[in-house]
């Protein structure tokens, strides 16, 4: 669609998974669907190990007679994961290949997926990030550092987030997801106003902004009881919407919004070994909270901080380890943030490192 920029068209844009499905149950209709992907052709599945043995069951029975080859993930989305996920599919001749598990094991599937040329089917076990819907891949060092931002051409085939099998897992995989969800907001909005571009390249059309708009409204009035019916194993409504909210919601607005400070910062914080035992969605909150004193928004910053505390989010360093971080410490996160070329300069002001430092001290 062409709008209206300064008085000329611009070109703007705003991208999709070809289907979300979601609902207690959803993995039941996997089998299925590999069919209908791939009539008469095999899967490769690729199970993060974390999950492996726990939905081992669940998974057979959802398999049905597909032909399918299981293959546990190792843990780090990194370029060798991806390319021996890759060749693994075309060893088998696979017709499609499926994701389950975490953020990175469903990084790694769909990249190998778009290396493979294959369709793509996601299942989250997991809420913690809005990771299932996106066409982008992080890609780490084998480390655990952050190496660079894989976008690929096309966002997943198909989506099966089955609330069941996600309200299992600890309630602190689902405020990490929160936390991720938060930063959709805040990015998209710093993205609006400077008018940097999205994941497309482009402006994102009015819609971005409103999805972007309701994930963190969505957040905001059913986190605290959604993580009250993770506790016990219960898919309620509160834990619907934020399911909702942290996959598909936030994975549309971020894509088509833009952005910015809090996930570079976050790409800062994975610098230092410290932080690497804690999700991705917690060291996101951070960069949230940083970015609003980047901004000078006190009174943002005040009501997201108490919004953190409120869903068991980190709102200190201390809380994601860095309880002793030096200067020099802050410096380091804070070049790795405003690298040249970052989504740290999405912001609609410039950023510097100076800045990013008095922001992380204020976090100490």
Request: net charge negative; charged share 20%.
């Amino acid at each position: 669609m062409a709008a209206m920029s300064a008085g000329r068209a611009t070109l703007s844009g705003v991208r999709f998974p070809g289907r979300y499905l979601q609902g207690p149950g959803a993995l039941s209709r996997l089998g299925a669907e590999i069919a209908g992907f791939a009539p008469g052709a095999p899967a490769l599945v690729l199970v993060d190990r974390g999950v492996h043995d726990l939905i081992s069951t669940d998974l057979t029975a959802a398999l049905g007679d597909a032909d399918a080859l299981v293959l546990q993930h190792a843990g780090e989305c990194s370029e060798a994961a991806i390319g021996e996920a890759a060749a693994a599919a075309r060893g088998k001749d696979a017709g499609v290949l499926v994701g389950i598990g975490g953020g990175k094991a469903l990084d790694t599937a769909k990249a190998a997926a778009h290396e493979a040329g294959l369709p793509v089917v996601v299942v989250p076990t997991i809420a913690a990030s809005d990771a299932p819907c996106s066409a982008l891949a992080v890609v780490y060092h084998d480390d655990g550092t952050v190496a660079y931002d894989r976008f690929l051409p096309r966002n997943p085939d198909l989506v099966l987030a089955d609330t069941a099998l996600i309200a299992r897992a600890p309630a602190r995989f689902l405020a990490a997801g929160i936390g991720d969800a938060l930063a959709t907001f805040y990015e998209a909005e710093a993205c609006r106003r400077s008018g940097a571009a999205n994941c497309l390249g482009m402006p994102g059309l009015p819609l971005a902004y409103e999805i972007a708009r309701f994930c963190r409204d969505s957040i905001f009035d059913h986190g605290a009881t959604a993580l009250a019916e993770c506790d016990a194993d219960t898919v309620g409504p509160a834990m619907e919407r934020v399911v909702e909210a942290n996959i598909l919601l936030s994975g549309i607005g971020f894509e088509s919004g833009g952005v910015a400070a809090a996930h570079a910062i976050h790409h800062g914080l994975t610098e230092l070994d410290e932080v690497h035992g804690y999700l991705h969605g917690e060291k996101v909150a951070i960069g949230v909270l940083a970015g609003l004193l980047i901004q000078g928004d006190e009174a943002e910053f005040a009501r997201v901080r108490a919004f953190c505390a409120e869903v068991r989010l980190p709102v200190r360093l201390g809380d994601i380890g860095l309880v002793a971080a030096t200067d020099a410490d802050l410096l380091r996160i804070a070049e790795r943030a405003c690298r040249p070329g970052e989504i740290i300069h999405n912001e609609p002001m410039p950023v510097t490192p100076q800045m990013v430092v008095a922001a992380l001290a204020r976090l100490k």
